[in-house]
Structures are given as C-alpha cells and as structure tokens.
C-alpha cells in the first residue's frame, strides 16, 4: 500500500487515509531509527557516546514532513544522513521507496543508487561486526531494489486504478449524455408528429366552422352534421393536445403517439372529403403494406400535410394525390392543387409555413428528398423515399 499525503481535490475518506498512513509511518520510522541506536550501541559499548547517532536519528526524523511533501530533495537528505549514521537508515529507505511510489522510474534508480553508495560509505568507516563488506553491500543493493521494485508496482497500480476510474466516470457520463440526446430527439420527433395531427385536426375544424359560417342558410340536419364533426374534432384536438403537453411536461413520459401508414390513406382522405375537400387519389402500389413501417408513417405524413395545406390556402379547390413506386425502386408521392384565385376560393385559414419545413427534415431523415413549389397556377408538392427490396 502507498504512503501519500493528502493533496488536491482528493475524496475526503481517501485524505483521512492519507494522514492515516504518514502518522503510522512516521510513527513507525521514528521507533526504529531509536531501535537501531540502541542495538548499535547495546552490541558494541566500544563504539563510543551516541551522541552522533543521537541527532542524526531526531534530524532524520525531523525530515520526514518534508520528505512527505517532496520526496526526493527529502529523500537526498537522508540519503547523506545514512552515510554517517546506520541511525538515519531507516528514514532514508523509507525515502526510497516513497520516490518509487511518486516518481518516475529513472529517479527511483537514481535515489536508490545513492542510497546504495550512502550505505557503502557508512560501511567504510563504519563497518558492521560479523559479515563482510561484500555482504553487507549486497544486502543493501537487494534491499534497495526490492524497495524500488515495490514502490514502482505500487505506482502502476495507482495509476491504473486511476485511469480505469477517469474510464468509468467518462463512460458514465457519455453513457448519460447519449441518454438524454436519445431522449431529447425522441421527445422532438414525437412532438413533430403531434404537430402534424393537430395541424390536420385543426384544419378540418376550421374548415366545418366555416361552412357552418357561409352557409347558414343550409338544411338542419346538414348543420347538424357539421356541428357534430365539430364536437368530435374538439374532442380528439385536445386530447392531442393533451398528449402534446404531458410530453413537454413530463421528462419520463412517453405521449400516445399515433401511428398510421401508408395503408391508412384511405381513412385519412375519407376524412378530408367529409370535410368538403375533393380529393381524387391515384394509386399505383400494389402492396403498401410491403412499405417499411418508418417509410410508411413518413409517406402517411406528406399526404397529411400537402391535404392540410390545400385545405389552408386552396379551400374547397380539387387536390390530386399521386402514389406510386414498388420494392428495390422508391416510393413517389405527388399532390397537386390548383391556385385560387381571388374570392374563387373559400376561406382559407392562416399558417406559419414550419409545416412543410419539418416535413423537409422529416423526409431528408427518411432518406428522401421533398420539392415543393408553385407553377402554371398550381401547387405541386413532391415527394420520394427509399422503398428497399
């Protein structure tokens, strides 16, 4: 285990453990430097006072804060301590290993080897009863690359117990991200088809308020008629409206979202020639339920919307629509009304225009491509999406 100090924006607990361990090894340190002065000098009363090694213990012990805080001027201090006195051994391969721990490699080599050249000189001059200097300098070399050794695994194992957290916590938080852009681009694409609904809900709506409006002189049960689809279309707007709301409100809720395709057509224009719009359809599919589900809901809403438009700017003028296309070619949608003229037409009911923008983006997200335009006095909106095989 690592001694380290505390430093930086470290976790509280890890801090505490910090100061922890530089007490205990502080501790630990300070009682074998007086053990070893007093085993120098119980073992050889020849060796005279111990006053030398008295104070080169209480300085190495002194150093140890400064060897905490930087370990290598620290550790070269007690590197020199450890040549005149076996007394600051014990700090100064606690020195070594710390430099192991928090350093490079090559400076751990370096402060070892002075460590080792430290203890050769110590053994000179002060050479150890009982084994031989070859001996004593060996044990000191495999002491101190053991210490390196140790201190340099440690230091890997930090670091890669560092860089495996950095991972976790930057895939947690990708993971996070990617989450709620899923969610935001759900959220926006449900949005999107509620719009389209209630766009077409509400132009049906318009448009049986204003018969009901120019025509007053129509017979009563025709306005009965009229006012009953009113009703009924009040009703679904806004519990589409409704959907729409508790989507925006509720950042886990999912809106019941419709899902018509292709194959829904029929109803859809059903609903328009109630309304009083001609439509006429052409279609040239054989299988639209062999359409893909995406491309259908897609296709589903590009008829909606150029409905919708006819019946905003071109109301109760004939609107032609046009499907055609197969598997392994495309699906071609082509719909068509005549301009109005002015007071030719019925009234018309006012719109922004996003309409077709985001049916442009739905359609290119498709895969498609959508034109729309006006020419020889009509309006032509065109439309085609990938029908694979």
């Not at 009901?212 to 279309?233: I, K, N, T």
């Not at 886990?252 to 309304?275: F, S």
């Not at 719109?351 to 359609?363: A, D, F, Q």
């Amino acid at each position: 285990m690592s001694i380290q100090g505390s430093c930086g924006a470290e976790p509280a607990p890890e801090r505490f453990s910090g100061k922890v361990l530089a007490a205990g090894a502080t501790t630990g340190v300070c009682a074998l430097v007086a053990v070893t002065v007093w085993g120098v000098h119980a073992a050889d009363p020849a060796a005279g006072p111990p006053v030398l090694d008295l104070l080169a213990g209480l300085l190495g012990c002194a150093l140890l804060p400064v060897l905490m805080r930087r370990p290598v001027p620290g550790a070269l201090m007690l590197t020199v301590l450890a040549a005149l006195s076996p007394a600051a051994t014990p700090p100064a391969t606690l020195g070594a290993l710390l430099v192991a721990q928090r350093r490079p490699f090559p400076v751990a080599v370096a402060v070892a080897a002075a460590g080792v050249a430290a203890h050769a000189a110590q053994g000179l001059w002060r050479p150890s009863g009982g084994i031989s200097f070859a001996w004593w300098l060996l044990l000191i070399a495999v002491g101190y690359g053991a210490l390196v050794g140790w201190g340099a695994l440690t230091r890997v194992r930090r670091a890669l117990i560092d860089s495996l957290r950095e991972r976790a916590l930057r895939a947690e938080a990708e993971q996070g991200r990617r989450v709620a852009e899923a969610r935001m681009a759900e959220r926006t694409r449900i949005a999107r088809e509620m719009h389209d609904v209630l766009a077409h809900r509400l132009s049906l709506l318009a448009t049986y308020a204003g018969a009901l409006e120019y025509r007053p002189d129509a017979p009563p049960e025709q306005l009965s008629r009229a006012a009953g689809v009113v009703r009924e279309s009040v009703h679904q707007a806004l519990d589409e409206l409704r959907d729409v709301i508790g989507l925006l409100r509720d950042e886990e809720g999912d809106a019941q979202r419709p899902q018509p395709v292709l194959t829904d057509l029929p109803r859809l224009l059903d609903e328009a020639r109630d309304a009083g719009e001609p439509v006429r359809l052409r279609n040239e599919v054989a299988d639209p339920s062999a359409l893909p589900p995406s491309a259908g809901r897609t296709a589903y809403r590009v008829v909606q919307e150029g409905l919708t438009n006819a019946r905003k700017h071109a109301a109760g003028l004939p609107v032609q629509v046009v499907v055609a296309g197969g598997p392994g070619d495309r699906l071609d949608i082509d719909i068509r009304n005549p301009l109005p003229e002015d007071g030719a037409a019925g009234p018309s009911v006012p719109g922004t225009g996003t309409g077709l923008v985001g049916l442009t983006e739905r359609v290119r997200l498709a895969g498609g491509s959508l034109d729309h335009h006006a020419t020889g006095g009509e309006f032509r909106l065109h439309a085609w999406l990938p029908w694979p095989a």
